[in-house]
């Protein structure tokens, strides 16, 4: 069986950091890639070595996948761990990685293609017996052929949604039949310039949702676990702010069916190593719908790794080295853990981005039940070539009661100074009304300003 001794993480910020932590643990040595703008950052300072890869725009540094495989033959790595975002979903990218002769820490290119592209991620699901939402067929760019027939059978308000898309990029409301054709031209534009691939198609809204997904992990040998759930409903632009695992107020049958469902998709098509299923969770109807897969970790799996115990990296890695065998899962998981992300941006105003330096920054003490995922620090700027997040915290309680108030504490002892932040906006989500009673939604954030969240505490501890 191959050994990984040294790793190339094709990455940057805290999820490079990350990686980088298991393979210390590990005895495996590191390479960090990075940009010109990013030779000083944390996750360059983590690794055994590093290899600069070209100019700040991440389409001339951080998405060269041909510089990136050069530095790692050149570095003798053995394998390439991709992290999320960037090239993690790309089966370009990992086919490219196994024809150079290194190892892909991830699924098959040809699962990557398959489960990237969401109409045919749909049909995959809907033969595995997975619950589909109904939707419309393709509609690439300069083809609008029956878009308004369409989208009366669907029904409105509807989604507008990237056959390509990921991460709630390209993907567009519509309430009115006569909006449909120019929401549809949008979209499909900052797909081509997101995604390289502008084809959209049409899905069915569902008003009061909630967005749950189950970590899964496949052996790929047609068997898979599933390493519980987490609720992302709490979301801002379609991205996500605030998880939780496992979900709260899900209904029993609900939850084995959701978690089950994932399990047989991910073995049906062979999948191995990490991945996430997503789901709309219809609060109304209490039924549940496919969304997509993504094949590769996620931005929130240290809530799953909070309440499980497993360092999923390690399950990656050592999958990739082909000698690991299904372990054995605990039938519950341990308490309750929720995550915040933590962003440069100014939520007064529609969450803007806000690049800045990063003059002075400290976090709560780390412990067994609380965590801090970062990779920036005192003295260090938020660049606009990248996503403005600062670190996700994370913590975990016996309940979930005791994980918001953990929570708090942890909240209210992080200081980041220099760059306007985030952080009294989730101290106000989080002690609402709505959040404390788990009254979740994937609009909950689009319902309250912060100044609706001040007078929503206020009731709130009034009232308790």
């Given amino acids: 069986m191959p050994r990984i001794e040294k790793l190339l993480v094709a990455n940057r910020g805290e999820i490079a950091c990350r990686v980088m932590a298991t393979c210390r643990r590990l005895g495996i040595a590191t390479v960090a890639v990075y940009s010109e703008v990013d030779a000083d950052a944390a996750h360059v300072a983590a690794a055994d070595e590093a290899t600069l890869l070209g100019p700040a725009p991440a389409r001339e540094s951080y998405l060269r996948s041909d510089r990136i495989i050069e530095a790692a033959l050149k570095a003798g790595a053995q394998a390439i761990h991709p992290g999320y975002g960037f090239l993690a979903e790309s089966p370009e990218f990992a086919r490219a990685v196994l024809d150079a002769g290194l190892l892909w820490v991830g699924p098959a290119p040809e699962v990557i293609s398959s489960m990237g592209d969401k109409d045919r991620a749909r049909a995959?699901?809907?033969?595995?017996?997975?619950?589909?939402?109904?939707?419309?067929?393709?509609?690439?760019?300069?083809?609008?052929?029956?878009?308004?027939?369409?989208?009366?059978?669907?029904?409105?308000?509807?989604?507008?949604?990237?056959?390509?898309g990921g991460g709630g990029i390209g993907m567009r409301l519509?309430?009115?039949?006569?909006?449909?054709?120019?929401?549809?031209?949008?979209?499909?534009?900052?797909?081509?310039?997101?995604?390289?691939?502008?084809?959209?198609?049409?899905?069915?809204?569902?008003?009061?949702?909630?967005?749950?997904?189950?970590?899964?992990?496949?052996?790929?040998?047609?068997?898979?676990?599933?390493?519980?759930?987490?609720?992302?409903?709490?979301?801002?632009?379609?991205?996500?702010?605030?998880?939780?695992?496992?979900?709260?107020?899900?209904?029993?049958?609900?939850?084995?069916?959701?978690?089950?469902?994932?399990?047989?998709?991910?073995?049906?098509?062979?999948?191995?190593?990490?991945?996430?299923?997503?789901?709309?969770?219809?609060?109304?109807?209490?039924?549940?719908?496919?969304?997509e897969m993504n094949t590769r970790i996620q931005v929130e799996h240290p809530a799953t790794e909070m309440i499980t115990g497993v360092d999923i990296v390690e399950w990656q890695l050592r999958q990739t080295e082909g000698a690991f065998a299904m372990p054995t899962i605990d039938p519950a998981p341990d308490g309750h853990a929720i995550e915040v992300r933590i962003y440069a941006e100014r939520p007064e105003k529609n969450f803007l981005p806000a690049p800045g330096t990063v003059t002075r920054i400290t976090w709560p003490e780390p412990s067994e039940d609380l965590r801090v995922d970062h990779a920036v620090r005192s003295g260090d700027s938020i660049t606009p070539f990248y996503d403005p997040?600062?670190?996700?915290?994370?913590?975990?309680?016996?309940?979930?009661?005791?994980?918001?108030?953990?929570?708090?504490?942890?909240?209210?002892?992080?200081?980041v100074e220099g760059v306007p932040t985030n952080l009294d906006f989730l101290g106000k989500l989080l002690d609402s009304i709505e959040f404390q009673n788990a009254d979740l939604s994937t609009d909950l954030i689009g319902r309250f300003s912060p100044r609706t969240l001040e007078r929503q505490k206020s009731v709130f501890i009034q009232s308790h």
């Fill in 124 to 164: 995959i699901a809907n033969k595995a017996g997975v619950p589909i939402l109904h939707g419309s067929q393709r509609f690439p760019v300069g083809n609008l052929n029956g878009l308004h027939e369409a989208g009366a059978t669907v029904g409105f308000p509807l989604l507008v949604k990237a056959a390509s």
């Fill in 174 to 291: 519509v309430k009115r039949p006569d909006d449909l054709e120019g929401v549809v031209a949008a979209t499909q534009s900052m797909a081509e310039r997101s995604f390289g691939e502008g084809t959209v198609y049409l899905e069915r809204y569902v008003p009061k949702a909630r967005h749950v997904e189950v970590q899964v992990f496949g052996f790929g040998d047609g068997t898979a676990v599933h390493l519980f759930e987490r609720d992302c409903s709490v979301q801002r632009r379609y991205q996500k702010v605030v998880e939780e695992a496992p979900a709260p107020d899900l209904p029993d049958a609900v939850r084995t069916a959701m978690q089950k469902a994932a399990v047989n998709l991910a073995a049906s098509v062979n999948y191995e190593g990490a991945g996430t299923v997503e789901f709309i969770y219809d609060v109304e109807k209490q039924v549940f719908h496919f969304l």
């Fill in 389 to 415: 997040m600062i670190a996700k915290l994370i913590v975990r309680g016996a309940d979930r009661i005791s994980a918001l108030k953990l929570m708090a504490r942890a909240l209210a002892q992080v200081r």
